[in-house]
């Protein structure tokens, strides 16, 4: 296991930096910094997802040697979920290692709007995996962002599927309300679920929670008691999820119609709520629990030997399995792009050409010991999201149950908006969008 000392950096800018005593990043070597966040608001949620990250890459290092025998070394520096603070950690950390940053995720959509435009110039990969801006699935104009395995447009058009078809597929004259974090996270399926709301005939209600969503008193008692809505869905983050779970409780809002997206649909954002929880549904685009080739190696080349990133009774929770596949979907993008460039460091805009080539099969995804866990993913220059499917689960008390088939987008819907949305986005800042071959 080999991680990149940072006490020089904290003690310097002020910036939380999780540093072990260990040498630095050596030639021969890639390098992925982690932009986590440990502390603050949202640091309940932050924590198994770093540990996900951090356990499959040394579970490469460990079993495989790296990739292809080129080791990985990473560094976390904690943004505390603040856009400054992440604009901070990608400037101290863009150009550690020896050939600079593979990757950046910022597993926040805030900090992905203040570093778009940085990481493009900086040519460095920005892996949005399923938050950020859902535009920029469109790799003619946005070459460098990669939203795969789903974009929150594409999960918004799955989880009205499943309602209409709850509602024995129709929707004509139901009310749905979204209740969201008010923030670039939180709006970020408005436009989508509009759009549905017109074609479909159902009434949308909006509802914005400020962070951190400690105070829901009073939107519950609206939506419990005056709008009576059919179903509601949440953008929510952190502590936000619980007390809504709580309050919609309270007001004796049926957990079987509530459902949260898969930002909101962790162990802990559950278990706070104890019983009032049983029912409550949400979004996935991969599989809980620990029954899976790639958790036995974690735990045999990871955990058996001590070096494991947080508690072992946690792995295969919810968050820290969506660490796994963040931290797996950058090993096989940095693994293609050695196949274009040669299995050695590789730079950022090298590590760009592996994502734009990813392809992900059923075949392949058994053999990395991720068969059954997610969907397939196949990423081209113009669609940088590259699948887009998710399935719902279900709360029972103790864990949770998968009970949908996969939900693929409505791409008659999304793919317009998100090429609209692009090419205003290319107007507005003088982009000659690329051409992409046809599929």
Not at 159 to 177: F, M, P, S, V
Not at 408 to 433: C, F, H, N, Q, W
């Amino acid at each position: 296991m080999r991680f990149v000392s940072a006490f020089a950096l904290a003690v310097a800018g002020g910036v939380a930096v999780t540093a072990h005593p260990l040498p630095a990043a050596a030639e021969g070597e890639q390098f992925v910094p982690l932009l986590t966040y440990r502390t603050g608001a949202y640091a309940p949620n932050g924590i198994p997802l770093a540990n996900g990250q951090i356990d499959y890459f040394n579970m490469i290092n460990e079993r495989d040697g790296g990739i292809n025998g080129v080791k990985i070394t990473f560094e976390e520096c904690d943004t505390a979920y603040n856009n400054d603070k992440g604009v901070e950690c990608y400037e101290r950390l863009k150009n550690s290692g020896s050939t600079g940053a593979s990757v950046v995720s910022p597993f926040s959509t805030g900090i992905t709007y203040a570093l778009l435009e940085r990481a493009t110039n900086d040519k460095i990969p920005l892996f949005t995996m399923g938050y950020g801006r859902t535009d920029g699935s469109d790799g003619s104009v946005f070459p460098y962002v990669f939203t795969m395995p789903t974009t929150y447009w594409s999960q918004a058009t799955s989880l009205i599927q499943y309602i209409r078809d709850q509602e024995g597929g129709d929707l004509e004259g139901k009310t749905i309300a979204l209740v969201y974090h008010d923030s670039a996270y939180g709006k970020e399926p408005i436009p989508t679920l509009e759009a549905l709301a017109e074609e479909m005939g159902f009434t949308l209600e909006l509802f914005p929670v400020a962070h951190p969503g400690l105070e829901q008193k009073a939107t519950w008692l609206n939506i419990g008691r005056r709008l009576r809505p059919d179903w509601v869905l949440m953008w929510g983050w952190g502590v936000m999820n619980s007390t809504a779970i709580k309050e919609a409780a309270a007001v004796g809002f049926p957990m079987d119609r509530f459902i949260g997206n898969h930002w909101a649909g962790a162990e802990v954002d559950v278990a706070p709520a104890g019983d009032s929880a049983v029912g409550y549904l949400a979004a996935n685009f991969h599989s809980p629990g620990t029954e899976f080739g790639v958790h036995e190696d974690i735990l045999e080349h990871v955990y058996a030997k001590g070096n494991g990133a947080g508690d072992e009774a946690r792995v295969g929770e919810v968050l820290y399995n969506r660490g796994i596949v963040n931290s797996a979907i950058i090993v096989e993008a940095i693994r293609v792009a050695q196949g274009i460039h040669g299995e050695r460091p590789l730079t950022g805009e090298e590590v760009r050409d592996g994502f734009e080539n990813l392809n992900l099969s059923e075949e392949r995804l058994a053999e990395l010991g991720l068969g059954e866990f997610m969907n397939p993913v196949a990423v081209s220059c113009a669609d940088h999201e590259g699948g887009g499917a998710v399935f719902l689960q279900q709360w029972d008390g103790s864990e949770w149950t998968r009970v949908s088939d996969w939900y693929a987008p409505m791409t008659d819907i999304v793919r317009p908006l998100i090429e609209e949305s692009a090419a205003a986005y290319a107007a507005e800042k003088g982009i000659t969008p690329r051409e992409c071959p046809s599929s």
